[in-house]
């Protein structure tokens, strides 16, 4: 029942810096391993990172490791994607989600729930 608010997106040139937040509207939140997501049009949801409960842990998919770090506060109920080095090919509608509580991470877009409305990243060159 947790409802998840994605923000921080926005249009910026190639190269630049985004940071995402993603809010929960519970404390249950903590109990959730997060990961974000990302459409492009005429695309599937694309896994883009995923973070433990503890927050000990983190995954990204190959095309952006380096350049994202996801990251979480727990005390503020809210999840983070810091995006540096954006390139056009990053450009999509961000979304984020939860898994079960406790649960291990995943890159498969079913295992999460909870979406929000998600943020739009442009990159332009």
């Known amino acids: 029942q947790v409802q998840l608010v994605e923000s921080g997106g926005g249009l910026v040139q190639a190269g630049d810096s985004l940071r995402l937040s993603c809010a929960a509207s519970?404390?249950?939140?903590?109990?959730?391993?997060m990961g974000w997501f990302r459409q492009a049009p005429g695309k599937e949801r694309e896994f883009v990172a995923a973070?433990?409960?503890?927050?000990?842990?983190?995954y990204y998919t190959e095309s952006v490791k380096g350049r994202f770090t996801i990251s979480r506060d727990n005390a503020k109920n809210t999840m983070y994607l810091q995006m540096n080095t954006l390139k056009p090919e990053d450009t999509a509608l961000y979304y984020c989600?939860?898994?079960?509580?406790?649960?291990?991470?995943?890159?498969?877009?079913?295992?999460?729930?909870?979406w929000g409305q998600g943020t739009q990243v442009t990159v332009s060159s």
């Open positions: 519970d404390r249950t939140f903590r109990t959730y391993t």
């Open positions: 973070i433990s409960w503890q927050g000990g842990s983190s």
């Open positions: 989600g939860h898994t079960f509580p406790w649960g291990t991470w995943s890159d498969r877009s079913n295992m999460y729930y909870a």
